[in-house]
T-cell receptor
Framework: AQTVTQSQPEMSVQEAETVTLSCTYD???????LFWYKQPPSRQMILVIR??????QNATENRFSVNFQKAAKSFSLKISDSQLGDAAMYFC??????????FGAGTTVTVRA | EPEVTQTPSHQVTQMGQEVILRCVPI?????FYWYRQILGQKVEFLVS????????KSEIFDDQFSVERPDGSNFTLKIRSTKLEDSAMYFC???????????FGPGTRLTVT
């Protein structure tokens, strides 16, 4: 079974600053996808960014970018120029050929004004 | 990004009662998923449903659970005899650009008393 580990239960960042959330995963698959989801207090799950394992280039979506280290099985999320609306729980997720998303335990991000 | 709604947004039921949670995609989809999130815990895969059949299910998805697509559009999750530990957020999800990318509905909060 695939496991996804988020070792930071909580992170705090000053508005306009940068915060990096870590995620590691364990898999024997060669073809898989990784995602970061954002869950605000409404509890909606919002897809933030995706990374295909076969791509070497790190994905970027506006202020969100990832650092994908395939050999190390590491997939961190960087939030640049943090905004108050970024405050939420962030989940790292993995999926492979069975199409079942496996999630980490989540990291709560607090943004200080 | 596919749109999906879920009804009801919040359901309160007594232990032992049956509940039906509904997922309504805006456009036609073949692949559906149900996940649940117990408060304060990670999101867990329950079942995937492809072309009107169960494709995969987790160990959580026991005989108390069933899924259907009763009218070709709505997608339902039924819990036959609810238990206190069934209290959770239940999310349905649809695939996006490809079969790996999943977009979540707003969720149904189930409270079993």
């Amino acid at each position: 079974a695939q496991t996804v580990t988020q070792s930071q239960p909580e992170m705090s960042v000053q508005e306009a600053e940068t915060v990096t959330l870590s995620c590691t995963y364990d898999t024997s698959e060669s073809d898989y996808y990784l995602f970061w989801y954002k869950q605000p207090p409404s509890r909606q799950m919002i897809l933030v960014i995706r990374q295909e394992a076969y791509k070497q280039q790190n994905a970027t979506e506006n202020r969100f970018s990832v650092n994908f280290q395939k050999a190390a099985k590491s997939f961190s999320l960087k939030i640049s120029d943090s905004q108050l609306g970024d405050a939420a729980m962030y989940f790292c997720a993995y999926v492979a050929s069975d199409y079942k998303l496996s999630f980490g335990a989540g990291t709560t991000v607090t943004v200080r004004a | 990004e596919p749109e999906v709604t879920q009804t009801p947004s919040h359901q309160v039921t007594q232990m032992g009662q049956e509940v039906i949670l509904r997922c309504v995609p805006i456009s036609n989809h073949l692949y559906f998923y149900w996940y649940r999130q117990i408060l304060g815990q990670k999101v867990e895969f329950l079942v995937s449903f492809y072309n009107n059949e169960i494709s995969e299910k987790s160990e959580i998805f026991d005989d108390q659970f069933s899924v259907e697509r009763p009218d070709g559009s709505n997608f339902t999750l039924k819990i036959r005899s609810t238990k206190l530990e069934d209290s959770a957020m239940y999310f349905c999800a649809l695939t996006g650009r490809d079969s790996y990318e999943q977009y979540f509905g707003p969720g149904t909060r189930l409270t079993v008393t």
